[in-house]
């Protein structure tokens, strides 16, 4: 199987985007610089359209993905990263919630590591999970880049200027 690699600058820093055929497998926030990862010319069409919703989702316009979605994972990943889709932009909940609606309160901790095996940053989003007490933890992109996500969700979905 190929996969189709594509370095997206954002506001947040490079994006490596990276597609097979038809699904986006990955977008992780890039050490390398961005010319290293402009291995084709012409990105795959599934690349195109995840940098047109990304491109939305930066202006504010669009903050909802409807992007083929493609995750090596246990079921149990799956199963959270699936309800991390089901968090609207400008909301956030806890690993706490998140495990009680697996319908195991216990799981926080195992919420928490399948939160960060999340590999498709922004667009699967686990930035929006925070501590129980609200504060904000844990962000493989650094908390910086969290704080920035929700405070540009809560700005065009509320009118609010900072959450953090």
Request: net charge neutral; proline share 4%; with cysteine.
């Amino acid at each position: 199987m190929d996969i189709n690699t594509y370095g997206y600058e954002s506001p947040l820093g490079v994006l490596k985007i990276c597609s097979n055929e038809d699904h986006i497998i990955s977008v992780e926030y890039a050490h390398e610089n961005i010319q290293s990862l402009h291995k084709e010319e012409e990105p795959a069409p599934v690349i195109q359209e995840c940098i047109r919703q990304l491109d939305q989702y930066f202006s504010g316009k669009e903050l909802h993905f409807t992007l083929p979605l493609q995750q090596a994972g246990t079921a149990f990943q799956q199963s959270v990263w699936s309800l991390l889709l089901k968090i609207k932009p400008g909301e956030t909940y806890s690993y706490l919630q998140l495990s009680k609606r697996l319908g195991n309160p216990k799981a926080i901790r195992a919420v928490g590591t399948a939160n960060g095996a999340n590999n498709i940053a922004i667009i699967v989003p686990c930035h929006r999970v925070i501590g129980s007490t609200g504060n904000l933890v844990g962000y493989a992109g650094g908390l910086w880049r969290k704080k920035w996500l929700l405070d540009h969700e809560a700005k065009h979905c509320h009118g609010i200027q900072a959450l953090f």
